[in-house]
């Protein structure tokens, strides 16, 4: 066996080996692209369902107080206590995600 036949039968399955590897980089790059996809989605959903909240809450206020300025609504301590306990959790929601935001920072 000389020494061009050697090299031409090593050669052989260390290409084929490199083969093999570069379709795995490639496959492992594209799941990596995905998920990196599929996670700025999440945030994002993340982010709009905090809006929502708060945009439900809001407008349970607003209409909390328009309620009690009516005349003949007889509101009772309930309605109140509902409209503080809004109030409570707003800015509660509002006190953790400034906090997770100066935790991020850091």
């Given at each position: 066996?000389?020494?061009?036949?050697?090299?031409?039968?090593?050669?052989?399955?260390?290409?084929?080996?490199?083969?093999?590897?570069?379709?795995?980089?490639?496959?492992?790059?594209?799941?990596?692209?995905?998920?990196?996809?599929?996670?700025?989605?999440?945030?994002k959903q993340e982010?709009?369902?905090?809006?929502?909240?708060?945009?439900?809450?809001?407008?349970?206020?607003?209409?909390?107080?328009?309620?009690?300025?009516?005349?003949?609504?007889?509101?009772?301590?309930?309605?109140?206590?509902?409209?503080?306990?809004?109030?409570?959790?707003?800015?509660?929601?509002?006190?953790?995600?400034?906090?997770?935001?100066?935790?991020?920072?850091?």
């Amino acid at each position: 066996m000389d020494i061009t036949t050697l090299i031409v039968a090593m050669s052989i399955p260390s290409g084929i080996t490199g083969f093999c590897f570069w379709l795995l980089e490639r496959r492992m790059e594209k799941r990596e692209k995905e998920r990196e996809k599929k996670e700025a989605v999440r945030e994002k959903q993340e982010f709009l369902i905090v809006k929502s909240i708060g945009a439900a809450i809001s407008l349970g206020e607003a209409t909390a107080e328009a309620v009690a300025r009516i005349p003949d609504s007889h509101c009772n301590g309930d309605m109140h206590k509902a409209l503080e306990y809004a109030r409570n959790v707003k800015h509660e929601q509002k006190d953790f995600l400034t906090q997770q935001g100066i935790e991020a920072i850091y």
